[in-house]
């Protein structure tokens, strides 16, 4: 390096030695980590801040222990005019937003009211105030802001980028900023002949500057402080490292690095390490509250974040915008679009559903909180309808363009928690509305029952205006309705699911439950969109019991119509099946899981899901193969099947996420804990083929469970921060194999294989293969169907479909072996399931010749006249010409032999006639 390089961090980890300047090359990424856990799950975990996380993450692969790795979101975005026009990057590190001008930075942290945040600024006196500011190692992915309804102030294509370089910042010397560990840091990039004593900083908005007896530098502030440790000083002379003395020297507000003697001609190095006192965990509300996936293998996440106003507006709430990121099959970010208003509470705009549809678009609904939410041209509502909310439906197409977007209400709150898309373009969605005059059309009921109620819509979002909705109606009784989730049955048919305390106006004709209890139950409807009036509601239930609250979160419907429901009861007498793997009622809330039939008038299965504790299920997803996942919290130290996957997520106490998988049959594989010591939650799932399962969720835990024990970094923002985290189902797979070898020249080799399942999961596409066989063997047959055989590579491929855990399939594989030694044959199990253990994946088999003499037909002595069967000289006359009959009057080819084996017996035979 051909300068010095002073480095500082906003961090709590030390900056390894020497990382100045391409340190933060490694540090360009965020990383969702697949982490092999014993032979049983791969994992992967992130735990973000969903702003700064979702700027795109590879997949690096990491074995138990491996703490090599350090968990980086942190980049730098281009103020295109979503900011005051002073910034010209924003970012966030793990406890603050950061702003990048000419000459200064400045940190703010603290929630979302102005008046309690806190705010640092560094500047640089006596530098070059107006020096250019540079982006660097450009990241994948955009960033797309629409605030307000006049799209000439939306805001499209932030780049991304890695570092951010402030050129000749003081005359050669450079200031290079990067992350590492999610922290901010900083070098100082000095030319040869340049003085490191130029540089001072000066800080604003602390309480006051001190050096500590151990040397470091206390920055006080508003609620807490900065500490920037002692720095290091070094230069690297020979290749080897030599210390240099180097101190902070305090002038009045101001800071500067005093170095003892050191080469002019070499580089320096100085290295202070700058953490934050705790003070500055305050961050804002991130949660992720819905998922995606694209048929690319892409994936899509929604929810809430916090806005990146600067400066805001003093004494707004700025409750927070909503988000949609998309990411491709490789994990690259694509792009990341806000949608926001000028709040009016804390709670801000919220995403709540998300479905993307064949081409690639995403559809978001969720809560609008004022009238500038963004609206577009031909939506089927352009105006804000009443405090404190309307609900939101909006589309994206696949590079984050706002194609759609739309209220959707009445005079009162209205909330969209649920939407599916289907191929002809048509949205379907369910909710709550407070609103009497909630829009309706061709509706099952047109009448507002009160409190709250349910409503169904079906709109296609083409900007034609009010034609673009096509049903809508309310559903619900005299009490309060909510629906919470939506699935797709079909074309134009959907359920939902939520909860009422409506006694009547639920159940339809033939319904599984009658009755609802008054205090308040999960309900399950069917709706026809394509209908009209009544003829629309094609079935409703209630589903709870009779003393307590019971409430349905989540909904899927299987490929055969099946309608699976899932949520959390406080009934002990909520309805079960008799093939209930949990029927205990733990004295508080229980999640619960149940299976109805299509018309809803019987229950297939249903079963609590718990330990001794509380449990909610929030997320319910299917996999293709029709393996059933649930998520949500719990806080019980006991809940059901987490033993089957090992130590490495215990529970942690406090409420932790946890993700359950069931199997076809509904009988429970395995549960995981996923949490730290305060409160967490999964909130979403979606399965994405080979890619496993993501999960999203939200945390408040400081120690969440991220990596298996010895791996870095702290991921923790405070407040309560967005998680993702990826499950790749995991085997044991296994090969046993042995032949029947010693064999003779021209005798049939027989392998005899067995292939084994360990668990913990299902292994799908098992495939076995065999190496090419060797030239001395000439391929007969295999015991099973699912074996073929390519003649032009002499491979041997079995097809084996899945296997279940602890499950085995046997297999015999037979050859004419023609070799004069010795053949080795290799055989080799896979699945499409990630494997923890591939040692016993591949087995060789050595098949031996047997070089002893052929047996021999001895006929019987002339003299011996023998007592049976013909015995003596005649016997053996006549068992010769029966032999020569059979093997040479019939001329015992092996084309003329029904298989190999009936010639290998007749040449054998007859070698044993011959002598």
């Known amino acids: 390096m051909d300068g010095v390089c002073c480095s500082g961090s906003i961090s709590t980890t030390e900056a390894r030695p020497g990382a100045c300047p391409d340190s933060g090359l490694l540090c360009a990424r965020t990383q969702v980590l697949n982490i092999l856990l014993m032979p049983l799950l791969a994992f992967s975990l992130l735990v973000c801040s969903t702003a700064a996380a979702l700027a795109g993450f590879k997949h690096t692969s990491l074995s138990a222990g491996d703490g090599s790795f350090a968990l980086n979101a942190l980049y730098f975005e281009a103020n295109v005019g979503q900011a005051d026009g002073r910034i010209h990057f924003i970012g966030r590190d793990r406890d603050a937003m950061f702003y990048l001008m000419p000459g200064e930075i400045v940190w703010r942290t603290g929630p979302g009211i102005e008046a309690a945040r806190t705010e640092v600024r560094l500047s640089f006196p006596g530098s070059n105030g107006d020096g250019a500011l540079r982006a660097e190692y450009p990241l994948p992915g955009k960033r797309h802001y629409y605030r307000g309804r006049d799209a000439r102030i939306w805001h499209r294509d932030a780049t991304l980028s890695a570092r951010v370089r402030y050129e000749s910042l003081y005359p050669g010397i450079d200031l290079l900023l990067y992350g590492r560990g999610r922290q901010l840091e900083y070098d100082f990039i000095i030319a040869p002949g340049k003085d490191p004593g130029v540089i001072s900083l000066r800080f604003s908005g602390q309480g006051s500057l001190s050096v500590d007896p151990l040397g470091n530098l206390v920055v006080e502030a508003k609620g807490g402080r900065l500490v920037h440790r002692r720095p290091v000083a070094y230069q690297v002379v020979g290749g080897a490292r030599r210390p240099v003395e180097v101190a902070y020297s305090l002038e009045d507000d101001r800071v500067a690095f005093k170095t003892g003697p050191y080469r002019g001609d070499l580089p320096l190095v100085i290295d202070p390490v700058v953490s934050y006192a705790r003070y500055l965990g305050g961050a804002d509300s991130d949660r992720v509250l819905a998922m995606a996936v694209d048929d690319s293998g892409g994936f899509y996440v929604a929810g809430r974040t916090r806005s990146l106003d600067f400066p805001a507006s003093g004494g707004l709430a700025n409750g927070g915008d909503a988000f949609v990121s998309r990411f491709d099959a490789a994990g690259n970010l694509v792009y990341t679009a806000i949608l926001g208003s000028s709040d009016v509470t804390t709670a801000g705009d919220i995403a709540y559903g998300l479905r993307v549809d064949s081409g690639g678009n995403a559809h978001v609904v969720g809560v609008a909180e004022f009238n500038d939410f963004p609206v577009t041209p031909g939506a089927y509502d352009a105006s804000y309808n009443g405090f404190p909310s309307d609900a939101f439906v909006a589309t994206l197409d696949p590079t984050g363009t706002l194609l759609y977007s739309s209220f959707l209400g009445g005079d009162s709150s209205d909330e969209a928690l649920g939407v599916e898309a289907d191929d002809a373009g048509n949205l379907y969605i369910t909710g709550l509305t407070r609103s009497g005059d909630f829009p309706v059309k061709s509706a099952y009921s047109g009448s507002y029952g009160g409190v709250r109620d349910a409503f169904v819509v079906k709109l296609r979002p083409q900007g034609n205006g009010a034609a673009d909705l096509l049903y809508s109606s309310y559903f619900g009784g005299s009490g309060g309705e909510a629906g919470r989730a939506i699935a797709l049955a079909g074309a134009d048919r959907v359920y939902i699911a939520g909860e009422t305390n409506s006694l009547t106006g639920i159940a339809t004709a033939g319904a599984y439950q009658q009755a609802g209890d008054g205090f308040q139950d999960a309900f399950v409807a069917a709706f026809d969109t394509a209908a009209a009036g009544a003829a629309s509601l094609l079935a409703g239930t209630y589903l709870g019991g009779m003393e307590g609250q019971d409430g349905a979160l989540a909904l899927g419907v299987s490929a055969s119509g099946e309608v699976m429901v899932a949520g959390r009861t406080l009934s002990s007498g909520f309805p079960l ?193 065999s190496s090419a066989l060797a030239a001395g063997l000439v391929y007969q047959s295999s015991s099973s169907s699912m074996c073929d055989y390519d003649q032009d590579t002499r491979i041997v491929t079995c097809s084996l479909g899945s296997l279940r855990e602890e499950e085995s399939i046997a297999l015999g594989v037979s050859a004419l072996f023609s070799a004069d030694a010795a053949v080795d044959t290799i055989f080799t199990v896979s699945s499409a399931q990630s494997d923890g253990d591939l040692s016993d994946n591949e087995i060789s088999i050595a098949s031996e010749i047997d070089t002893s003499p052929p047996p021999t037909l001895v006929v019987g002595d002339p003299a011996d006249t023998g007592s049976g069967g013909g015995g003596g000289a005649l016997g053996g006359v006549l068992l010769a010409l029966l032999v020569m009959r059979l093997l040479v009057g019939n001329s015992c080819l092996a084309e003329r032999c029904d298989d190999a084996r009936q010639y290998i017996e007749c040449k054998r035979y007859f070698e044993g006639f011959r002598q």
Request: avoid cysteine.
């Open 577 to 769: 099946t008799s093939n209930a793997p949990d029927e205990v009622f733990s004295g508080g809330g229980e999640a619960f899981v149940s299976i109805l039939q299509p018309q809803l008038d019987d229950l297939v299965f249903s079963t609590f899901l718990g330990g001794q504790g509380d449990e909610e299920v929030r997320a319910l997803a299917r996999d293709a193969r029709g393996r059933v996942y649930l998520g949500g919290w719990t806080d019980s130290d006991d809940f059901p099947a987490t033993s089957r996957v090992g130590a490495e997520f215990p529970y942690r106490g406090g409420r932790d996420a946890f993700i359950t998988r069931l199997d076809t049959d509904y009988s429970l594989l395995y549960s995981l804990y996923l949490g730290g010591s305060a409160e967490d939650a999964a909130n979403a799932l979606v399965p994405a083929g080979q890619n496993g399962l993501y999960a999203g969720g939200e945390t408040s835990s400081a120690d969440m469970t991220t990596v298996l024990p010895g791996a870095a970094g702290d991921q923790y923002l405070g407040g309560e921060d967005a998680f993702l985290a990826r499950l790749v189902p995991a085997v044991n797979l296994r090969v046993s194999a042995s032949d029947n070898s010693p064999v003779r020249q021209d005798d049939v080799l027989e392998f005899t294989l067995v292939v084994s399942n360990d668990g913990p999961d299902v292994a799908d596409d098992v495939m076995l293969v």
